[in-house]
């Protein structure tokens, strides 16, 4: 059964600390992972897709096949990094829908 | 970038009627639609797929009858609850995608409040 794991409901970090937001998978196979992000009013939009290896806004994401895990990390967090952060996967080549994991609220303190 | 809307935004309505919710892709043709519920300070739980012309694809759990999905064309699908209960009260979240390989892009998001 396909399943995202986020261990953590609320990560609360500094201004200018690293953030690192957890995110373990079980797949039967190579799924894609994905980081999605929810700014407060606003819809959910792609932040991140291991296929890609991107930085975006900072933010990294590495995909550990021996662990099953694909932690989202930043090393200096911002306010504007408040938000709720969604991994998800889908199955290769995109054949099955995205499935979530329960999200963890990042909040940035000033 | 592709954008996807979602009417109406918020919905009130009585126990036992019928609500129905739009979703288009306005700058893409969408293959594939998604429709997702969400409830409170909770993850996106997915109801079903969409492909133009078909029959939609429900999850487990999911009633087909009382959650009536239509995707018509490649820009429109809608969701339609029927009989409304009030459990059925949540936040219905579309999105779509061109193809299997691409980026699913997601609505805004419809709140139904059942009285």
């Known amino acids: 059964a396909q399943r995202v794991t986020q261990p953590e409901k609320l990560l609360s970090v500094f201004k200018g600390a690293p953030v690192e937001l957890k995110c373990n998978y079980s797949?039967?196979?190579?799924?894609?992972l994905f980081w999605y992000v929810q700014y407060s009013r606003q819809r959910l939009q792609l932040l991140l897709r291991?296929?890609s290896r991107e930085s975006i806004k900072g933010f990294t994401a590495d995909l550990n096949k021996g662990e099953t895990s694909f932690h989202l990390k930043k090393p200096f967090a911002q306010e504007e990094d408040s938000a709720m952060y969604y991994c998800?996967?889908?199955?290769?080549?995109?054949?099955?829908?995205?499935?979530f994991g329960k999200g963890t609220r990042l909040s940035v303190i000033a | 970038g592709a954008v996807v809307s979602q009417h109406p935004s918020w919905v009130i309505c009585k126990s036992g009627t019928s609500v129905k919710i739009e979703c288009r892709s306005l700058?893409?043709?969408?293959?594939?639609m998604f429709w997702y519920r969400q409830f409170p300070k909770q993850s996106l739980m997915l109801m079903a797929t969409?492909?133009?012309?078909?029959?939609?694809?429900?999850e487990q759990g999911v009633e087909k009858d009382k959650f009536l999905i239509n995707h018509a064309s490649l820009t429109l699908s809608t969701l339609t609850v029927t009989s409304a209960h009030p459990e059925d009260s949540s936040f219905y979240i579309c999105?779509?995608?061109?193809?299997?390989?691409?980026?699913?892009?997601f609505g805004p998001g419809t709140r139904l409040t059942v009285t």
């Open positions: 999105s779509a995608r061109v193809s299997s390989y691409y980026e699913q892009y």
């Open positions: 797949y039967s196979g190579s799924p894609e």
């Open positions: 291991h296929i």
């Open positions: 998800a996967l889908r199955g290769p080549s995109g054949n099955t829908p995205l499935v």
């Open positions: 700058d893409f043709q969408a293959t594939t």
């Open positions: 969409s492909n133009e012309g078909s029959k939609a694809t429900y």
